[in-house]
């Protein structure tokens, strides 16, 4: 496998042993529910069923991102063994996780001058950044070098594709992303937003359609318009919900009877405590690889 360590953070959002299955280290997030702090450990700790509800509860919720001293103690235990490290963020877009590791990359340099540590910007969240990990640990295992998988990774970071939708807006107006007055309007409406992450790591709006059904098929049209290879794709496809499973097995669905040669390549995972604390429950982000992405 290589004398190199793939690693990412807690919010890739799939569960430990799926991490372990591909041979992935991830550090850890920190939120909270309440005054009660949790490492973001992919659910280890508490059930997403008692995570959203504890949001639905009344429960506020404050995250944090891995500091540059966390960073540094990490990386320190794979330098010891003598093993470069490929490191994957959070998007700078959502984040400033990825300026903390690149600090700590940095002081790595002075004490191991021996190795390595690249920090990269997945540009992504959720999802998506799962598929990116899922992707270089195939690559790894077919026999990329370090610098040969930095290159593929700095190469193709843009045609991964992100696309969410939610079906309850009452999260994201708690946290400013929605005027209480548009909330107002839209949850009275019955609007589900379709938003993508653009070409600088952003979550933006693309489409307001009313109600799960519309949402869903604007979700299928943006991966049929934009997927690699069209019917040909042989990539796979990622996707997270939080506390709504039902709505991510309806896209995966969709998708399996657009493209009957999926049906093997579609994984679906909770959306985790850091990024959930955000959107709430409700949400469905569907990631595959396509063409690049738009700002």
């Given at each position: 496998?290589?004398?190199y360590?793939?690693?990412?953070?807690?919010?890739?959002?799939t569960t430990?042993?799926?991490l372990?299955?591909?041979?992935?280290?991830y550090?850890?997030?920190?939120?909270?529910?309440?005054?009660?702090?949790?490492?973001?450990?992919l659910?280890?700790?508490?059930?997403?069923?008692?995570?959203y509800?504890?949001?639905?509860?009344?429960a506020?919720?404050?995250?944090?991102?891995v500091?540059?001293?966390?960073?540094?103690?990490?990386?320190?235990?794979?330098?010891?063994?003598?093993?470069?490290?490929?490191?994957?963020?959070?998007?700078?877009?959502?984040?400033?996780?990825y300026?903390?590791?690149?600090?700590?990359?940095d002081?790595?340099?002075?004490e191991?001058?021996?190795?390595r540590?690249?920090?990269?910007?997945?540009?992504?969240?959720?999802?998506?950044?799962?598929?990116?990990?899922?992707?270089?640990?195939?690559?790894?295992?077919?026999?990329?070098?370090?610098?040969?998988?930095?290159?593929?990774?700095?190469?193709?970071?843009?045609?991964?594709?992100?696309?969410?939708?939610?079906?309850d807006?009452t999260?994201?107006?708690?946290?400013?992303?929605?005027?209480?007055?548009?909330?107002?309007?839209?949850?009275?409406?019955?609007?589900?937003?379709?938003?993508?992450?653009?070409d600088?790591?952003?979550?933006?709006?693309?489409?307001k359609?009313?109600?799960?059904?519309?949402?869903?098929?604007?979700?299928?049209?943006?991966v049929?318009?934009r997927?690699?290879?069209?019917?040909?794709?042989?990539?796979?496809?990622?996707i997270?919900?939080?506390?709504?499973?039902?709505?991510?097995?309806?896209?995966a669905d969709?998708?399996e009877?657009a493209?009957?040669?999926?049906?093997?390549?579609?994984?679906?995972?909770?959306?985790?405590p850091?990024?959930?604390?955000?959107?709430?429950?409700?949400?469905?982000?569907?990631?595959?690889w396509?063409?690049?992405?738009?700002?």
């Open positions: 496998m290589g004398d360590v793939i690693s990412c953070c807690s919010t890739v959002d430990e042993e799926y372990k299955e591909k041979n992935v280290e550090i850890c997030f920190h939120y909270y529910l309440d005054d009660k702090h949790y490492r973001d450990d659910f280890k700790s508490i059930s997403p069923k008692d995570f509800q504890a949001m639905l509860d009344g506020m919720t404050k995250t944090s991102q500091n540059a001293d966390e960073f540094s103690e990490y990386f320190r235990t794979f330098l010891k063994e003598g093993k470069d490290i490929i490191h994957i963020t959070l998007s700078s877009g959502i984040s400033g996780v300026n903390s590791a690149r600090i700590a990359a002081e790595m340099k002075e191991f001058p021996d190795r540590v690249v920090v990269i910007d997945s540009l992504t969240a959720s999802a998506g950044y799962a598929l990116i990990i899922d992707k270089m640990a195939e690559l790894r295992d077919q026999g990329y070098d370090f610098d040969k998988l930095v290159s593929w990774v700095d190469n193709h970071i843009q045609n991964q594709n992100t696309w969410f939708f939610t079906t807006l999260f994201f107006i708690r946290g400013g992303r929605i005027s209480k007055v548009s909330g107002w309007f839209g949850t009275a409406l019955n609007i589900c937003p379709l938003l993508n992450i653009n600088e790591g952003k979550l933006v709006p693309r489409q359609c009313r109600g799960k059904k519309l949402v869903k098929k604007a979700a299928l049209a943006a049929k318009e997927i690699e290879n069209g019917d040909g794709y042989d990539g796979n496809i990622f997270t919900h939080s506390v709504c499973y039902e709505d991510a097995r309806d896209v969709m998708l009877e493209f009957p040669n999926m049906k093997e390549k579609i994984r679906i995972f909770d959306i985790g850091t990024i959930g604390a955000h959107t709430g429950p409700g949400t469905v982000a569907v990631a595959f396509g063409n690049a992405k738009e700002h």
